[in-house]
């Protein structure tokens, strides 16, 4: 059986998915599996999450999930030396993954949604089916964990790896 809405939502969600998985994982190859992992899974609940108001958010919730799941799993990366501004931006990659990974579920799920998956607080809230009021505490205390573990550092690491994460 043919069902467009899903094509239609599917030809939006995969590249967001995808971007999101890729802040997250590094790697771009790994990224779209999770992006079609994710979609795979709403195809199968399509009949009950099609219509759901917060349906993007699902489908990123389910994304930011595996990633951190492949996260767990992978052995830490050694990479060769080399030169330059790339490096610098794979060990800060690599500290922002060690650091969300410390953050407590819900907050590393919020800080993910809000500024890797670029959902307003409001679609976090539906996505994570919780308040607004929560999401904003979740959110605060995950960037306040963040900071601690990043020190001065997350300046540098919201340069290069997640631009949105705010500063202030």
Do not use: C
Not at 56 to 71: E, F, M, P, Q, Y
Not at 72 to 95: K, N, S, T, Y
Not at 123 to 143: C, D, F, N, P, Y
Request: proline content about 4%; glycine content about 8%.
């Amino acid at each position: 059986m043919r069902d467009d809405s899903f094509e239609a939502a599917f030809d939006e969600l995969f590249p967001r998915a995808v971007r999101l998985a890729s802040r997250l994982l590094g790697d771009r190859a790994a990224a779209e599996d999770v992006a079609a992992e994710a979609l795979a899974r709403a195809y199968a609940r399509w009949s009950k999450i099609g219509s759901l108001p917060y349906r993007d958010g699902w489908v990123l919730k389910v994304a930011t999930n595996l990633s951190i799941d492949r996260l767990r799993r992978r052995p830490p990366e050694v990479w060769p030396e080399m030169a330059g501004d790339f490096e610098d931006g794979v060990e800060l990659r690599i500290a922002l993954n060690a650091a969300l990974l410390t953050l407590a579920p819900r907050q590393r799920q919020a800080v993910a949604l809000r500024y890797l998956g670029g959902l307003s607080d409001q679609e976090v809230a539906q996505a994570l089916g919780i308040s607004l009021g929560s999401v904003k505490t979740h959110i605060h205390r995950g960037l306040k964990g963040l900071r601690g573990r990043l020190g001065a550092g997350l300046e540098e690491v919201t340069s290069i790896a997640v631009d949105r994460i705010p500063l202030a």
